[in-house]
């Protein structure tokens, strides 16, 4: 699974879902906002799932009106957690938990209508087991809570261990862009064995130590799944080394970076596209006409 | 039960002498009360004054460091038998970097 499916609503449940996608709201980055920009009031028409860590999801997020809200820069709607049922309280209709993972504790109500579904629900979700919840956020009265349309019990604990290395992935995902693409290790399958885990968040240092996400300059990976060059171009000029520089990026220097993206093409192609995007607006020439830098 | 519970393996947590951790680790053997075990870096560490039985190979274990080797158990949870310590100690340090310690006990 690569990143690329981002904004489908694809609800991965379990495990697998810690290489897929579908946490973004919005669609990627360098893509053409395709609700033509401007805030979309009322109903939320994105649909994402979002990892977080109880800590996290209390601290961070801010409450835009009373059924909005925002984390690191985007909307939220859907949101999973995974911690220990600490208290466990059942109402006529609905069962209150409180859920601590380790960073922090939340309510999470449920709601039940069955009686016997309530019964086998007090056999899952026991004091002291881990349990993965999927939900909305709400407020009532200052204080958050999620109001619950999944809760399963942990058969698996590495699932537990998936969660927070995911929360961590899908929050570097969205303040710092994705992952190189082409590096071993960086856009590798789900996983699910311990080993090929393992690897992948051993792949997590390795992009970390060769400047992926540090201070180094980095050149966030295109949009995925694209042939076309000058989406791929559009989005390298508009990154933050190239807009920075004095006099922009050289077509050759272009070519490079396109290609550590996994992108492979020509430099004829890469210089008749700057000329087609210079024409268009997009990027002017700067030093000759080979180095360009992007208008906006 | 608001407050975060650092996650940590043998060297972090010489960092919360005397403060409640998580510690998941492999059981080598059980005593009386005493269980040592192997903690996520391939430190070893005993766990005392726990009640409930051990089952299966892993636990994870809530508890008071007492020493640099001893935790003085609260409560524990058996895990899966197929738990990958590995992974967990590579959560467990990034857990604890700068960069995303906001994200779990900051």
């Not at chain 1, 999973?80 to 999470?108: A, C, H």
């Not at chain 1, 590495?158 to 190189?180: D, S, V």
């Not at chain 2, 903690?39 to 809530?62: I, L, S």
Request: aromatic content about 8%; charged content about 20%; some cysteine.
């Amino acid at each position: 699974m690569a990143y690329g499916g981002y904004g489908d609503g694809n609800m991965n449940l379990g495990a697998s879902q810690f290489g897929g996608g579908g946490f973004m709201a919005s669609p990627a980055p360098g893509h053409e906002n395709q609700y033509g920009g401007g805030q979309q009031k009322g109903r939320n028409q994105h649909n994402s799932l979002r990892a977080f860590t109880i800590r996290h999801l209390l601290k961070e997020i801010a409450t835009v009106d009373d059924e909005h809200y925002v984390a690191d820069g985007h909307d939220i709607s859907t949101v999973t957690i995974i911690g220990k049922v600490t208290s466990y309280q059942e109402g006529p209709t609905r069962v209150l938990l409180q859920v601590y993972d380790g960073t922090g504790s939340i309510e999470v109500c449920s709601w039940v209508d069955d009686m016997d579904l309530q019964a086998q629900k007090r056999i899952e979700w026991q004091i002291g087991k881990y349990v993965r919840v999927y939900g909305n956020l709400k407020t009532f009265e200052r204080k958050r809570s999620i109001t619950a349309f999944a809760v399963k019990p942990i058969t698996d604990h590495n699932e537990a261990t998936y969660h927070f290395l995911q929360c961590i992935m899908q929050y570097l995902h969205l303040t710092k862009g994705a992952p190189p693409t082409g590096q071993s290790g960086g856009g590798s399958t789900p996983a699910v064995g311990a080993r090929t885990a393992g690897g992948q968040a051993g792949g997590a240092g390795v992009g970390l130590a060769q400047g992926g996400y540090g201070g180094g300059a980095p050149f966030a990976a295109g949009p995925a799944g694209g042939g076309d060059i000058a989406m791929d171009l559009k989005h390298l000029y508009n990154q933050p080394p190239a807009m920075q520089a004095p006099s922009g990026l050289g077509v050759e220097q272009a070519l490079n970076e396109l290609r550590k993206m996994g992108r492979n093409y020509t430099l004829q192609q890469v210089i008749q596209a700057c000329e087609v995007l210079a024409a268009d607006g997009v990027l002017y020439s700067t030093i000759n006409d080979m180095t360009y830098k992007s208008c906006a | 039960m608001d407050d975060p519970t650092p996650r940590v393996n043998f060297e972090i947590m010489q960092r919360y002498h005397g403060r409640k951790v998580i510690l998941c680790c492999q059981i080598n053997q059980v005593d009386n009360g005493q269980v040592r075990v192997v903690t996520p870096d391939k430190g070893e560490v005993t766990v005392v004054g726990g009640t409930a039985p051990y089952e299966g190979r892993f636990a994870e274990v809530v508890g008071t460091v007492i020493n640099p080797n001893t935790v003085q158990e609260i409560e524990h949870t058996n895990l899966s038998d197929n738990f990958s310590l590995d992974m967990y100690n590579e959560l467990v340090k990034l857990s604890h970097k700068d960069a995303y310690i906001g994200m779990f006990y900051a």
